[in-house]
Each structure stands twice: as C-alpha cells, then as structure tokens.
C-alpha cells in the first residue's frame, strides 16, 4: 500500500511563504493525479491544486481560483514528491493541509475528494496576522 507523507508545515507571518513536500513510498505508475488539499474546523476540505502526469514527460497543473497566483504545484518523479509552494500567505490560510493522489485517465480526473486512493496524513500551516 503506498503512503503519502506530507511535510514542510507550520507557523509563519502573514505574507510568508511555505513550501510543503508530500513524498510517496513507492512510485505511483502514470497516469496519476496528485492533488493537495486543505480543511479548517468546521470547513469542507478544499482543493487547491493538482498535477496530472499521463506518463511522460509532460505535465498538466491546475491551481484553484482561490489561491492562484500564490500557490503554484510542482514534482519531482525522481523522488516520488510533488510539492506546494505557498506565497504571501494570509491569516485565512491556515488550516490542515493534505496531499492525495490516484491513479486516473484524462477523461476522468479526481473531483472529490472520495475519488482519491492515497491520502497523507495532514501536516498544519498556521499564519498570524
């Protein structure tokens, strides 16, 4: 079973930046969808951007509205990873951030959140105002 393992979260002031790493056990075979999401208390969990890699050496990323233009995704096949870089971060921010991933074709991308196999376990960004 693959495991996702998130990292790179924590505290920084408002208009900082954070980079979070999710790295995976073992390669997932393409085409794949990796995903980060986030939750706040008594929020649904939200998507925030994906990469979808059909297996080769080309990818295509979707940054959601919300956060476009501060967040950007990126991944490193070599290492299994795919990351979250976060700039000029806002209180609102904060929250619960998880990477998922699956195995997916084009034509039926993940969009839910139930439609990904493979979760992290959450790694928390908290900004202050």
């Known amino acids: 079973q693959v495991q996702l393992v998130e990292s790179g979260g924590g505290s920084v002031e408002a208009g900082g930046s954070l980079r979070l790493s999710c790295v995976a056990s073992e390669s997932i075979a393409s085409p794949v969808c990796m995903s980060w999401f986030r939750q706040s208390p008594g929020k649904e969990r939200e998507g925030l951007a994906f990469i979808y890699n059909r297996g080769d050496d080309e990818d295509f990323a979707n940054v959601a509205d919300s956060v476009k233009g501060r967040f950007s995704i990126s991944r490193d096949n070599a290492k299994n990873g795919f990351f979250l870089q976060m700039n000029s971060l806002k209180p609102e921010d904060t929250a619960m951030y998880y990477c998922?991933?699956?195995?997916?074709?084009?034509?039926?991308?993940?969009?839910?959140?139930?439609?990904?196999?493979?979760w992290g376990q959450g790694t928390q960004v908290t900004v202050s105002s």
């Open positions: 998922a991933a699956a195995r997916s074709s084009w034509w039926s991308l993940p969009s839910k959140p139930s439609d990904y196999t493979y």
